[in-house]
């Protein structure tokens, strides 16, 4: 398999939510084998959500979808899967411009429903890299380095991505 075969896959990895789902079966995997996790870890995902959900309504969507799965009181596995999974499902039903459908000269709902583009979902995947206070290439393994150069092909500014 080439580089730029790896790349399409990756490709078609994030925007199908696939490699959040690995991502969370490899934490799932992990489950019951540590303690309860203390609540500066919890926070520090809200945190970090929240100033992903800063940079647009569609991160917002996600982030909020996010934000509902994770359980203050579960261990670090348990959260490292919950946060995945939930962006898997946030991708899977798309992005629902509820402003724009709900302000003056609304058309129909479904004029307002997109899925999420491939430089959200990227954007996403830095973010949950931040969650675990890790470089991309550690949050998805095997396909970070992937992650990065798709990153630079689409030309994502620096300041859409969180500083670690």
């Known amino acids: 398999m ?20 690995n991502h969370a079966n490899s934490a799932a995997s992990r489950r019951g084998y540590e303690p309860c996790i203390r609540r500066d870890m919890w926070a520090r995902y809200v945190k970090t959500l929240g100033r992903m ?24 596995a348990q959260l490292q899967e919950a946060a995945p999974r939930a962006i898997a499902e946030a991708i899977a039903k798309g992005w629902d411009d509820v402003i724009g459908r709900t302000g003056p000269g609304a058309g129909r709902p479904s004029s307002y429903q997109r899925p999420y ?9 830095h973010w949950l890299a931040a969650c675990e206070t890790a470089e991309i290439t550690g949050a998805l393994p095997g396909v970070g380095w992937a992650v990065l150069e798709i990153t630079k092909e689409l030309g994502i500014p620096s300041h859409r991505l969180p500083l670690l």
């Open 117 to 125: 583009t491939l430089a959200e979902i990227v954007i996403v995947a």
């Open 53 to 76: 959900a800063e940079l647009s309504d569609p991160l917002a969507q996600i982030a909020a979808t996010v934000v509902t799965r994770l359980n203050l009181y579960g261990t670090a």
């Open 2 to 21: 080439t580089d730029i075969d790896t790349l399409q896959q990756v490709k078609d990895g994030l925007l199908s939510g696939r490699y959040f789902v």
